[in-house]
């Protein structure tokens, strides 16, 4: 009995050490295989490299358009890379938008490998490029992201002043995910990612959308409300069919066009 419990004590703190030690390939789950690009869907777009402050070479796709309301920035999830976020870029560009759709460092053809604080870096690169090498106003600039995207747009938002936000599917802090899907670890503890958006929401002064799938099991609904209700107005929050793999905007045309509603009636866009 005695040496049983010492084994189930020794196999949980190995457990605990290996969530501390490891989480971020826990966490970050990219692949390098580009399975498509957008021209392959008939959408024009050009093959752009954005440096970051600490030196690694991003991959990215801009769709242009002339003419265009503003430019939108998305940053994809924890998963995959840009090859998987075509449709995102279709629906933005639908909407008379010009897109940059960046890949995190770790990601597709990106060097390095992530981290939260890199993935932040990797946001500020995409702002300077739209901002500085094409020029575009920052109040011309939809910063946008879905999952944990979400969370990186949100800290773009929170270090800029962007034209709107619009996130989907996003959670109030990553542990709060991790405590969902490991409640028998005291993960909010031994996380070291933390991506905490619901602190720094409020700060965020730009017209806000928050979207989110009712059958989201991985970031349950109620994270998506606690979000929006910890940010000051002008803000939205729509309810879409779906869980975590097809709830949000392109779940369905009509979530989109509220979305393009609220950004010419709000955002002025």
């Given at each position: 009995?005695?040496?049983g419990?010492?084994l189930?004590?020794?196999?949980?703190?190995?457990l605990c050490?290996?969530v501390?030690?490891?989480?971020?390939?826990?966490?970050?789950?990219?692949?390098?295989?580009?399975?498509?690009t957008?021209?392959?869907?008939?959408?024009?777009?050009e093959?752009?490299?954005?440096?970051?402050?600490?030196?690694e070479?991003?991959a990215?796709?801009?769709?242009?358009?002339?003419?265009?309301?503003?430019?939108?920035?998305f940053?994809?999830?924890?998963?995959?890379?840009i090859?998987?976020?075509?449709?995102?870029?279709?629906?933005?560009?639908?909407?008379?938008?010009?897109?940059?759709?960046?890949?995190?460092?770790?990601?597709?053809?990106?060097s390095?490998?992530?981290?939260?604080a890199?993935?932040?870096?990797?946001?500020?690169?995409?702002?300077?490029?739209?901002?500085?090498v094409?020029?575009?106003a920052?109040d011309?600039?939809?910063?946008?992201?879905?999952?944990?995207?979400?969370?990186?747009?949100i800290?773009?938002?929170?270090?800029?002043?962007?034209?709107?936000?619009v996130?989907?599917?996003?959670f109030t802090?990553?542990?709060?995910?991790?405590?969902g899907?490991?409640?028998?670890?005291?993960?909010?503890?031994?996380?070291?990612?933390?991506?905490?958006?619901?602190?720094?929401?409020?700060?965020?002064?730009?017209?806000?959308?928050?979207?989110?799938?009712?059958?989201?099991?991985?970031?349950?609904i109620?994270m998506?409300?606690?979000?929006?209700?910890?940010a000051?107005?002008?803000k939205?929050?729509?309810?879409?069919?779906?869980?975590?793999?097809?709830?949000?905007?392109?779940?369905?045309?009509?979530?989109?066009?509220?979305?393009?509603?609220?950004?010419?009636?709000?955002?002025?866009?």
């Amino acid at each position: 009995m005695f040496w049983g419990l010492v084994l189930l004590v020794s196999g949980y703190v190995v457990l605990c050490a290996g969530v501390f030690f490891y989480q971020r390939r826990l966490i970050y789950r990219p692949s390098r295989i580009v399975h498509a690009t957008p021209r392959d869907s008939g959408i024009a777009c050009e093959d752009v490299s954005l440096r970051t402050a600490d030196g690694e070479t991003l991959a990215a796709w801009h769709a242009p358009l002339v003419s265009a309301r503003g430019t939108v920035i998305f940053f994809h999830g924890n998963a995959g890379n840009i090859s998987h976020r075509i449709g995102e870029l279709a629906a933005w560009r639908s909407l008379g938008f010009s897109v940059l759709l960046p890949d995190y460092r770790g990601f597709g053809a990106s060097s390095g490998s992530p981290s939260e604080a890199g993935l932040y870096e990797d946001a500020e690169a995409a702002w300077r490029w739209v901002t500085t090498v094409r020029g575009v106003a920052p109040d011309r600039v939809v910063i946008a992201g879905r999952s944990l995207g979400g969370a990186v747009a949100i800290e773009s938002a929170f270090r800029h002043a962007p034209g709107a936000l619009v996130v989907e599917s996003t959670f109030t802090r990553l542990p709060d995910v991790a405590a969902g899907v490991y409640p028998f670890l005291p993960v909010r503890f031994l996380m070291r990612e933390r991506y905490a958006s619901v602190e720094k929401i409020g700060v965020v002064r730009c017209p806000k959308v928050f979207l989110h799938g009712v059958e989201d099991a991985l970031i349950p609904i109620s994270m998506g409300r606690a979000l929006y209700a910890a940010a000051a107005e002008p803000k939205t929050f729509i309810e879409t069919p779906g869980d975590h793999a097809d709830g949000g905007m392109l779940f369905d045309p009509r979530y989109v066009a509220e979305v393009d509603e609220f950004l010419r009636r709000v955002a002025g866009l």
